[in-house]
């Protein structure tokens, strides 16, 4: 049986992270790995026989979107939690989150959030289910840009929410 590891991304997992993970556009994962190193995220991998199957990273210098830092300035984000499809339903994105809230609490943070749609339902939500409840800072608008394989590129526009976990004392 295959052991699931989770750890922080190094430099020689880049060319496995490339072939396996598209990463945000505009960014590579050595941009990540980079960001890492400044200690403003920690990208965690999960592993399983020696091949990534999933990620996540975390922001350690408060939410991504500027609202919401002025509510939540001290608040770590959780973001592009990705699980390989052949992998999904398996434990694997509840073992990353696990792995970034203890990495929040190892850092002293009492409060740990992410961003969703706004419309989810604790039944069809992995992130309700482990304890996250809605921001009191409303939703607000995740605007990304997006690469085709053509070389366009779209603007994505979704209404969005913050949920936030209080994982310390």
Same mark, same amino acid.
């Given at each position: 049986?295959?052991?699931?590891?989770?750890?922080?991304?190094?430099?020689?997992?880049?060319?496995?992270?490339?072939?396996?993970?598209?990463?945000?556009?505009?960014?590579?994962?050595?941009?990540?790995?980079?960001?890492?190193?400044?200690?403003?995220?920690?990208?965690?991998?999960?592993?399983l026989d020696g091949n990534p199957v999933g990620h996540a990273l975390v922001r350690w210098l408060g939410p991504r979107e500027e609202t919401l830092r002025k509510d939540y300035p001290d608040c770590p984000e959780i973001y592009r939690v990705r699980v390989l499809?052949?992998?999904? !339903?398996?434990?694997?994105?509840? @073992?990353? %989150?696990? +792995?970034?809230?203890?990495?929040?609490? &190892? *850092?002293?943070?009492?409060?740990?959030?992410?961003?969703?749609?706004?419309?989810?339902?604790?039944?069809?939500?992995?992130?309700?289910?482990?304890?996250?409840?809605?921001?009191?800072?409303?939703?607000?608008?995740?605007?990304?840009?997006?690469? !085709?394989?053509?070389?366009?590129? @779209?603007? %994505?526009? +979704?209404?969005?929410?913050?949920?936030? &976990? *209080?994982?310390?004392?």
């Amino acid at each position: 049986m295959a052991r699931l590891t989770i750890r922080q991304i190094e430099k020689s997992d880049l060319d496995k992270m490339d072939c396996t993970f598209k990463s945000e556009f505009w960014r590579t994962h050595a941009d990540d790995l980079h960001d890492q190193s400044l200690s403003r995220i920690s990208f965690f991998v999960a592993w399983l026989d020696g091949n990534p199957v999933g990620h996540a990273l975390v922001r350690w210098l408060g939410p991504r979107e500027e609202t919401l830092r002025k509510d939540y300035p001290d608040c770590p984000e959780i973001y592009r939690v990705r699980v390989l499809k052949e992998f999904r !339903s398996q434990g694997i994105a509840t @073992a990353i %989150i696990k +792995k970034c809230e203890d990495e929040a609490l &190892k *850092r002293q943070r009492l409060l740990i959030g992410l961003g969703t749609h706004s419309n989810i339902t604790s039944k069809d939500n992995l992130y309700i289910r482990l304890g996250y409840k809605p921001s009191t800072a409303g939703n607000y608008i995740d605007t990304y840009k997006t690469g !085709s394989d053509d070389g366009t590129v @779209a603007t %994505i526009c +979704k209404e969005a929410q913050f949920l936030i &976990k *209080r994982i310390g004392d």
